[in-house]
C-alpha cells in the first residue's frame, strides 16, 4: 500500500504543479484577460443593439413632432400675429369689438384708458399685456369679462380691480352714476416659434 502512495505521489505533485502554473501564468495571462475582453464586447454588442433600435424610432419620432408642430400651427389659443405690436393692436379691437357688443350705447360702457405692459412672466411662451381701465355698468361689465375670457383666441383676465362710481362724488348729481370703474390686466400668449436645429434644410 505504501509502495503504492509512492508510486502515484509524483503524479500528484506534477499535478499540483500544473495547478499552479495555470493559475499563476495561464489564467491571469491569458484567460483573465480574455474573459474581460468577452465581457467588453458583450457591452458594445449591447450598446450598438440599443443604438440600432433607438435609430429605428427616429422616423416615429419625428413623425410626431410634426404632428404637434401641426397642432399648434391650428390651436386658436394662440395670438395670431407673429409679434407683440401686431398682437397688441389686435387685443385692441378685440376689447372694443367686446365692449361694443355687450354695450351698444357707448356712455354704458366705455373705455378710459389701454397701456401695453411688459409683463414679466415665467411661461415658456411670449405673453403679450395690456392693461385696461374701463367704467361700465356692472351688469355689462361680467358680460364683457366673460366675452373676453370666452372667445378665441383665448384671453385671460389677471389684477381686476373694481370700484363703484358713486364712491368718487358726495350728494348731488355724480352719485347717481351706477357704472363701476374697473382696472384690470388683459393678456395672451404668441404662438410659439419652432427651434432651428442645426443640419436643417430648411433653417
Known amino acids: 500500500m505504501r509502495r503504492s502512495l509512492e508510486r502515484f505521489r509524483p503524479l500528484l505533485w506534477l499535478g499540483i504543479a500544473m495547478v499552479l502554473g495555470y493559475g499563476l501564468l495561464v489564467h491571469w495571462w491569458w484567460t483573465a484577460p480574455m474573459l474581460a475582453l468577452g465581457d467588453q464586447i458583450a457591452e458594445v454588442r449591447d450598446e450598438e443593439l440599443g443604438l440600432r433600435m433607438e435609430g429605428e424610432q427616429i ?17 386658436p389659443g394662440f395670438l395670431a400675429e407673429p409679434n407683440k405690436d401686431l398682437a397688441t393692436a389686435a387685443l385692441v379691437q378685440r376689447l372694443e369689438s367686446e365692449v361694443r357688443r355687450v354695450a351698444p350705447n357707448p356712455l354704458a360702457c366705455e373705455i378710459t384708458s389701454r397701456t401695453p405692459l411688459e409683463a414679466q412672466s415665467s411661461d415658456p411662451y ?27 383666441p383665448q384671453l385671460f383676465i389677471d389684477n381686476l380691480a373694481f370700484n363703484s362710481m358713486a364712491a368718487y362724488f358726495g350728494a348731488g348729481q355724480g352719485a347717481t352714476d351706477s357704472r363701476v370703474d374697473a382696472v384690470f390686466d388683459l393678456y395672451g400668449y404668441l404662438r410659439p416659434t419652432a427651434p432651428v436645429q442645426e443640419g436643417d434644410p430648411n433653417a
Open 126 to 152: 411670449p405673453r403679450v399685456t395690456m392693461q385696461v381701465r374701463l367704467r361700465c355698468d356692472a351688469a355689462m361689465l361680467g358680460a364683457l369679462l366673460h366675452g373676453l375670457e370666452s372667445g378665441s
Open 59 to 75: 422616423p416615429q419620432l419625428q413623425a410626431r413632432l410634426a404632428e404637434v408642430r401641426a397642432a399648434e400651427a391650428t390651436n
